[in-house]
Every structure is written in structure tokens, then in C-alpha cells.
């Protein structure tokens, strides 16, 4: 049985292998990076947050404590902490998002939910089959209805809609899965 | 199909409102009283908000370079290797570390052995002098280390320490800073040997005016010999520099 979030961090201080950290990265490097990406604008600024982040959480370790917070939450508020240092030296930088400095905290935390909530959907979309993702592409954003979706596809109309329910039932599954109300 | 038998297909369509007009509505009397559908579309209303958060292009989500993660658990060898040697005790002083296992483990082993703490201290010689010196060998981008000490300028206040290490897109500064006037912003600058002053970035101290701070210059290990770290006046240019408040000479 795979070791809990928890587990994996109770361990860090003791992990000489690097096994425990590899897996907690392969656990959530990759919302991380999606966060930090959405966050910031910028790729490369984007991969520092996350190698900051772990490192900071085998550094820290051992003050983590799993009653005041789950693993995800405790990572997502390093890597907030390190998007908020990197929009602030990357301020005279072109290109990167707005300069934290013309932001209060109020709405730079807004705004770093709203990069979590963005990379989350996409993450969720990005789970479905083609075929679930393509129907919602073109009801939702292409604003079609279901019957000029089964015209354009040469499908049966009772397959668009059976087809439609079934991927919003799984978005919202996979949805529920990610704590994402 | 979950749902109920004779509306259940038409939930996923009548969520986005994506039926006709004469369907939505028959739907919107139906989840009304039915006790299937009603709640399954109770679950989804609120799914046309969360897709209006992002655009199609945005899926599927940008991906992490494999090369991050070979860094990171490079990054994470190399503390340990340090920390095994009793690295961490003078790299990070000041700084509160936790790692009893680590630390606290070792010292009382070693104090019950003379000859451990000589074996010890050999081998902390010999990876402190790989630390200190530039590395060859098969590691990416071929890490070179330096540290150097900044001390206040005549008259300032504070002092600082910062780890060099090379990345691709030039030198990576670790920068810890204790005792700096709060308030201000900080520039770290590396002074090239040709007298060029490159910049690393921006900090601020924080209320106590301590910083851990980590920056990226455009400088090669060996080009330059000296870091300063200037105070940004108010309203300053981007490229004006701000007084030295504090200065040190690297060690390679």
C-alpha cells in the first residue's frame, strides 16, 4: 500500500535515498508547476518555484504537522510564499505577470486561488477522454447545442447526450477528487 | 446511465444549457420533482462556472520538464551529502534546523569516538573541498561553489552570507541576510572582474531584517570576484543603483 502524503513528509528527514521526496515530487510537482505557471506568466520562473518548494520541504520537514493541514495545502502555501518572492523580483522583468507591489494582499491571494482554480480545470478537462472533452469544448465554449453538435459530428443525438452527461458527471468526480467545490 | 430513466441523458445538455429551448424547459419542471435528476443537476450547476475560469487552449495544463526533477533531487543529494559531513551545522548558522536524526544522531556517536570524529573530519575535509572548489564530473551544467561573507558598509547595519552555485542561466545566489535596516528594498549585485556590476535581483529584509533569499545573475563562477548589495532609493530607475550597504570578496 502507497505510504500517505503524511507519511512521506514524517519521513523526509530521515530519507537518505531520496525515494520519499521522488515520490512526494511525483505527487504534486505537477499541479505546482501548473499553479506557479498560471501565477506567474512565465515557464522558467515557474520550474524555480517548484525546486523551491521541495526544497524548502525537506529543509522544513519536520515542522510540518499533519493536524493544522493536509500535505497539498501546506506545499501550495510554500509555493504561494515563493510565487509572491518571484513576482517581486521579477517586477522590472517584461513579460511577467503584474508586479505583486500593485496588489494587496487581499487581492494577490485572489488571484493565486484563481491560478490554483484554472490549473485545477484544466488538469480535470485534460483527464477525460477525447471524446468527453470534445463535447464540452463544443457546447460550452463553442456555444453549440447538442443537436447541431450530433449534425456537425454525423453522430446520433441520443449518443451526444448520453455522451455529454457522462463527461460532466466524470468532470465533476474528478473535480471532487481535487477538493474543488 | 445514471439518473433517472427517462430524463437522465438530458442532464450533461441541460447543465450547459446546451438543449432547445422547448427541452430546458420540460427539464427545468423535471429536476423540479424528480428526486434523481434534482440533485444530479444540484451537483453540476455549478460546473459552467468553473469551465468559464479557463480557456480550451489552456488544456491540457503546461508540463514540467523532467529535467526539474532531476534537479531538485540533485539539489536534495547534494544538501545531504553536505549535512553528512557536518556541512549544515557552519553552512546554515544562525538558522534554526531541525534534523535530529541528521545532526544530533551523529554528534553523540562521534563524541563517544575519538576515532570516529578523526575519520569524520577527514571526510568533512575532503567534501568541504569539493564544495568549495568547482566540480567536474557528470552532474548537469557542472556546478562550481563559492561562498562569501558580506559585512555592512562603514556606518551600516547588517550582514549576510550567500552559496554560489551554477545553473544554466548563469550563477544562482543563495542569499541569507541578518540585521538589514527594514523597510527598503536590496539589490545583490556580482562585480565582474572587467568592473562591470551585474545584477541578481531585488529582496526586501523582512521586520526582523532578516532575508533567505535565493536570485539569479548572468555571471559565470570565475568572472567575478566581489558581490555587493545596495539599498534601491525611493522611486528608482530600473538600472539606477542605490548605495553599497554591505560588501564581501568571494572565496573560490
Known amino acids: ?181 | 446511465m445514471g439518473g433517472c430513466s427517462t430524463h437522465g441523458p438530458l442532464i450533461g445538455g441541460y447543465a450547459l444549457g446546451a438543449l432547445e429551448p422547448e427541452e430546458m424547459e420540460e427539464m427545468g419542471r423535471h429536476v423540479a420533482v424528480c428526486s434523481q435528476c434534482g440533485p444530479e443537476a444540484q451537483r453540476m450547476e455549478g460546473l459552467p462556472w468553473l469551465l468559464d475560469r479557463i480557456a480550451p487552449s489552456d488544456v491540457p495544463p503546461p508540463t514540467l520538464s523532467p529535467k526539474v526533477e532531476d534537479a531538485v533531487l540533485d539539489r536534495f543529494a547534494r544538501e545531504r551529502r553536505e549535512e553528512g559531513a557536518g556541512g549544515a551545522s557552519t553552512r546554515r548558522a544562525g538558522r534554526s534546523t531541525r534534523r535530529p536524526a541528521l545532526l544530533g544522531g551523529a554528534g553523540g556517536r562521534l563524541a563517544r569516538r575519538p576515532l570516529a570524529v578523526a575519520a569524520a573530519c577527514v571526510v568533512a575535509l575532503a567534501v568541504a573541498l569539493a564544495v568549495i572548489l568547482p566540480l567536474g564530473g557528470d552532474e548537469g551544467g557542472s556546478p562550481a561553489y563559492a561562498s562569501v561573507s558580506l559585512d555592512a558598509r562603514a556606518g551600516g547595519a547588517g550582514s549576510a552570507t550567500a552559496w554560489l552555485g551554477q545553473v544554466p542561466a548563469g550563477t544562482r545566489i543563495r542569499l541569507e541576510a541578518r540585521g538589514l535596516p527594514t523597510g527598503s528594498e536590496y539589490e545583490v549585485w556580482c562585480i565582474r572582474t572587467d568592473g562591470r556590476w551585474v545584477s541578481g535581483g531585488t529582496f526586501w529584509a523582512d521586520r526582523n531584517g532578516s532575508t533567505e533569499a535565493e536570485l539569479t545573475a548572468a555571471v559565470r563562477a570565475g568572472s567575478y570576484h566581489r558581490m555587493v548589495v545596495t539599498r534601491r532609493p525611493d522611486g528608482a530607475g530600473e538600472g539606477e543603483r542605490g548605495p553599497a550597504v554591505l560588501d564581501g570578496e568571494l572565496r573560490y
Open chain 1, 1 to 181: 500500500m502507497a505510504p500517505s502524503d503524511a507519511t512521506l513528509v514524517e519521513r523526509l528527514p530521515r530519507d537518505d535515498s531520496g525515494d520519499e521526496l521522488r515520490e512526494l515530487y511525483r505527487r504534486y510537482a505537477g499541479q505546482l508547476f501548473g499553479f506557479a505557471c498560471n501565477a506567474l506568466g512565465d515557464r522558467e520562473l515557474a520550474e524555480e518555484v517548484v525546486q523551491d518548494v521541495f526544497a524548502r520541504a525537506w529543509r522544513h520537514a519536520s515542522d510540518y504537522d499533519p493536524s493544522r493541514a493536509s500535505v497539498r495545502t501546506w506545499l501550495y502555501s510554500i509555493a504561494r510564499n515563493r510565487v509572491v518572492d518571484a513576482r517581486r523580483r521579477a517586477a522590472v522583468r517584461p513579460g511577467v505577470a503584474a508586479s505583486a507591489d500593485q496588489e494587496t494582499p487581499a487581492e494577490l491571494d485572489r488571484t493565486l486561488e484563481q491560478a490554483v482554480l484554472r490549473w485545477q480545470v484544466a488538469a480535470a478537462l485534460a483527464r477525460l477522454s477525447p471524446e468527453h472533452r470534445e463535447v464540452i469544448r463544443l457546447a460550452h465554449y463553442g456555444g453549440l447545442t447538442l443537436r447541431e453538435i450530433a449534425e456537425r459530428k454525423g453522430i446520433p443525438l441520443g449518443t451526444v447526450k448520453s455522451r455529454t452527461s457522462y463527461a460532466l458527471r466524470s468532470l465533476r468526480l474528478i473535480l471532487d477528487e481535487m477538493e474543488v467545490a
